[in-house]
């Protein structure tokens, strides 16, 4: 359910890397030795990608191949990866490298006892070429059980330059510019932004950014973890700016009923679609990926972005997805599943998607050169120029029944004050009340 979030029909160039495992060069993975050393052994990735995300990501297991001589086979789970991956374990079938799509998951997996501590030279990659913070995401306690291989930058507004250079406005650096913004856009004859309120998930993404930026990321920790309380003042303050969007219909093409009824893809068209109705739409870098692929959209031409503003004096935020590779401590080539993640921590590895389109990388190692675009190394040269300080997407941090389930949970409580924005309070108190139960579960 959740799992669009982070890559929904994320871009694909197709067949840019072909040749990619070659060209990246880089000598042998370090614990498989040289050579062809895993001859003979085959192992088993399960994980939620399909389509041109399974596909990019097959250049990486041919490349780990063509490297090693192990056998690769990748398993798609769907969305609900927990269930799956449960469920294979109790039939004695396993498989050896699970990509996890939350970090609640990877702590779920950790708890049942499921996975095997990362190698030292994957740890070693890991302190060397990742922001802290990616590793304390991939752990449990003081133990590294999940490297994050793809992530995904969930701080961009992607604007239409035609309809902004028509209104006359610049890409605008704090909220309330951009709501100011927006009333230009929509004086001009298009609505400012196209909301997605029917996929709760994106109105999570809103209100984190809001509030990442407003309350600092001390305090964003805090709410994630649920030691702070969603009555929180703070949490009122985010709710409040957030409601000054969505209380002015000017702003929301729509208004408030027509963002109920448009789901991700049908904002993004709202936008670069051939019959535009408003002039940006919040939402993650694989915004491009629909416009691209959907709407033949040239990115940094006809479809562009600007980082999602600060607000009240903070600073601008960088709220991040990701998938992170974990070892099964119940598959049957843990040897060659622990060398395949020493070769995912590489460089060598990331520039294989990189190079096919619809993948960022948190490795700060890799050239920005192995990008095929260059609004893919802007998006990659933020998030990791953010290092630290970036915060992982807040609702994939919580239990999903809070954070993750439609109709439900907080997903629901947004939609409803997404419906009817004049009580921040009120909305503050049903979140705590749903908090509180999902988080005793």
């Known amino acids: 359910m959740m799992r669009r979030r982070t890559t929904l029909l994320a871009s694909c160039t197709a067949l840019a890397l072909a040749l990619g495992a070659t060209a990246c060069g880089g000598g042998p993975v370090a614990a498989g030795g040289g050579g062809k050393s895993l001859s003979g052994q085959t192992i088993t990735v399960a994980g939620v990608w399909s389509g041109s995300e399974q596909k990019n990501f097959q250049k990486v297991l041919d490349a780990f191949t063509a490297k090693t001589g192990a056998k690769t086979q990748f398993v798609s789970t769907g969305d609900n990866v927990s269930t799956v991956v449960g469920s294979k374990i109790e039939g004695g079938n396993a498989p050896d490298v699970v990509m996890v799509p939350q970090v609640g998951v990877l702590q779920q997996f950790a708890k049942e006892g499921w996975l095997k501590p990362l190698s030292k030279t994957t740890e070693q990659s890991v302190d060397t070429n990742y922001a802290s913070v990616w590793k304390k995401y991939g752990s449990v306690g003081d133990t590294l059980y999940g490297l994050y291989f793809k992530a995904a930058h969930k701080s961009t507004v992607w604007y239409s330059p035609a309809a902004l250079d028509q209104a006359g406005v610049k890409p605008p650096t704090t909220y309330d510019a951009m709501l100011k913004a927006g009333h230009t856009v929509s004086d001009s004859g298009l609505a400012a932004f196209s909301v997605a309120g029917q996929d709760g998930w994106t109105l999570t993404d809103w209100f984190e950014n809001i509030y990442l930026s407003q309350a600092g990321p001390e305090k964003y920790d805090a709410l994630a973890a649920h030691r702070l309380k969603w009555t929180d003042p703070t949490v009122v303050e985010a709710l409040t700016t957030l409601g000054e969007l969505f209380k002015d219909k000017q702003l929301m093409a729509g208004g408030q009923k027509g963002a109920l009824n448009t789901d991700f893809p049908g904002s993004v068209e709202k936008v670069f679609g051939p019959k535009p109705e408003a002039g940006m739409v919040y939402e993650g870098d694989f915004v491009a990926g629909v416009a691209k692929d959907q709407f033949g959209k040239k990115i940094g031409q006809d479809a562009n972005f600007f980082p999602f503003p600060a607000v009240d004096g903070g600073k601008a935020p960088v709220v991040s997805g990701g998938d992170a590779a974990v070892v099964l401590k119940d598959g049957k080539n843990q040897k060659a599943a622990m060398t395949f993640l020493e070769y995912l921590a590489t460089p060598e590895a ?60 907080e997903w629901k409580i947004l939609q409803d004050f997404l419906r009817d924005p004049s009580d921040p309070k009120a909305t503050a108190a049903e979140l705590e009340k749903a908090a509180a139960k999902a988080y005793q579960g």
């Open 350 to 409: 990331a520039a294989v998607w990189a190079g096919a389109g619809g993948f960022l990388s948190p490795n700060k190692k890799l050239d920005l050169a192995s990008y095929s675009d260059d609004i893919a190394r802007e998006t990659a040269k933020s998030l990791v120029a953010a290092g630290d300080s970036v915060r992982f997407d807040m609702s994939d941090q919580a239990p999903a029944a809070f954070g993750g389930t439609k109709g439900a949970g």
